[in-house]
């Protein structure tokens, strides 16, 4: 028996350096550091692994964490490669492949489609082989923290109560996000609001030749759809979708989901064989950030802090990349307090940067402008390789990316004024259905 599965079925420590609450992938990369450097870690995951979870496209910019962790090899075994992404254009196939190997400086060429019960797994296994104190089935109910410690409350799914003690608190939760609920900081988007239906189909038709495990991203009138080639013949199939169009579902969400995608002409004829064979689900996937992302002996990790739609799959990247600077700040306040403020800081400004970059990209993706620029992509003052860096998760880095997507962003606004009726349109759409009242829970746990 591993590790991970003898702690999974123990109770948790009283005390130790480091609480880590969440096994996603933030919560296992900061974990996993956090121990390799020397502090006692103990990791507490709600649910019990193997389990389903979307965000299953990684980007190339997750490989070099992945290696960092000593587990990209077991990654690259499960997973599918990927070296780029399609999107629909006027071409002679119907799209436009961007290749990560066109990135301004691709370190990484390439990147890989997962199954997340296998991924997570795979990285709480690695966490607990580096050290880590790994306990699933158990929930973190409450926090409080003072001048020396942070002291965590919560039970187990067998109903037993536990308490825990430590000098530091990593919050991974996710959507669940531990302490913006605590501490009342969570705000939903003012910019943008989508759900969506998803499921795992068998027979869907493949890109050919080395594209056959790329991503595909369909727009539609109503929102935008990903298919994500995974191994056995099974591709996750999702329709993000404005919760007005979703509010008229009508009949079950299997029916709902097949007669949406198959409305879309360029996606229908790559169903033609298809057939759902699990893991169908609905969720509301609001757009939220935290008004903080740290505090005195605690800081927030991956989507804890604030979750984007995830049209151009950065969620497991920013949640790893987010571990892996949130386990700097630990360790650097846990050997100097009086750095900690500092610390945080630092990594407030670059988690802020990136989110920034993506969400602009992404608010305005079904905009009128955005589909001609991305149908027809121009390469001037390497702008269309920045845009493919920004596709590869390169948002953090300062290496030429981010004043030419600031060119791209001019480009943008003069295409918008030359059909201004069209986007002014989109944008009070979009709008609108911000504010539109839709239910959903969270990516892992809502199914039909």
């Known amino acids: ?230 191994r056995d013949g099974v591709t996750s199939i999702g329709a993000v979708c404005w919760p007005e169009y979703l509010k008229q579902r009508q009949g079950d969400q299997r029916d709902f989901l097949m007669q949406t995608l198959l409305a879309i002409p360029t996606l229908s004829g790559r169903l033609e064989h298809a057939e759902i064979v699990g893991n169908l689900h609905a969720t509301g996937n609001y757009t939220y950030a935290c008004t903080r992302m740290s505090g005195p002996r605690w800081v927030m990790a991956g989507d804890s802090y604030a979750f984007v739609d995830p049209i151009f799959s950065s969620g497991v990247y920013l949640a790893m990349h987010g571990g892996e600077v949130a386990a700097e700040v630990v360790d650097g306040t846990l050997r100097n307090p009086s750095r900690e403020r500092t610390l945080q800081r630092g990594y407030e400004r670059q988690v802020t940067r990136g989110l920034k970059t993506l969400s602009w990209f992404i608010y305005r993706f079904t905009s009128p402008a955005m589909r001609k620029l991305f149908a027809g992509p121009r390469n001037d003052w390497q702008l269309e390789q920045a845009m493919i860096s920004m596709l590869a998760g390169d948002v953090f880095r300062d290496n030429g990316v981010h004043w030419r997507l600031r060119v791209f962003k001019l480009i943008y606004f003069i295409t918008a004024l030359g059909g201004l009726k069209e986007q002014a349109l989109s944008y009070l759409w979009r709008r609108r259905q911000t504010r539109a009242v839709f239910t959903g829970g969270t990516t892992s746990q809502d199914s039909a």
């Not at 290749?99 to 199954?115: C, I, K, M, N, S």
């Not at 050919?208 to 991503?215: A, E, S, T, Y």
């Open 1 to 230: 028996m591993s590790n991970s599965e003898q702690d999974a079925e123990g109770t948790p420590p009283s005390e130790c350096d480091v609480i880590v609450v969440g096994g996603g992938p933030a919560g296992c990369t900061a974990a996993t550091i956090l121990a390799r450097r020397g502090w006692s870690v103990t990791l507490l995951e709600k649910d019990r692994y193997p389990r389903f979870h979307i965000g299953e496209s990684l980007l190339p910019m997750n490989l070099p964490i992945l290696q960092r962790l000593g587990v990209l090899d077991e990654i690259a075994r499960i997973g599918v490669l990927k070296v780029g992404a399609d999107f629909p254009a006027p071409t002679p196939a119907g799209y436009n492949v961007f290749r990560f190997e066109r990135a301004l400086d691709p370190t990484w060429a390439h990147a890989y489609q997962v199954r997340r019960d296998e991924f997570d797994s795979a990285l709480l296994e690695n966490a607990s082989g580096s050290g880590v104190k790994t306990f699933q089935g158990q929930r973190v109910t409450s926090f409080r923290t003072d001048s020396d410690s942070v002291l965590v409350d919560g039970r187990s799914d067998a109903g037993e109560p536990f308490r825990c003690a430590a000098r530091y608190l990593v919050d991974a939760t996710g959507r669940d996000t531990l302490v913006g609920n605590h501490l009342r900081l969570k705000r939903k988007s003012r910019h943008h609001q989508s759900a969506a239906l998803f499921a795992h189909f068998r027979g869907v038709e493949r890109r050919p030749g080395n594209d056959q495990g790329n991503i595909s991203i369909y727009r539609f009138e109503h929102g935008w759809v990903w298919l994500i080639p995974l």
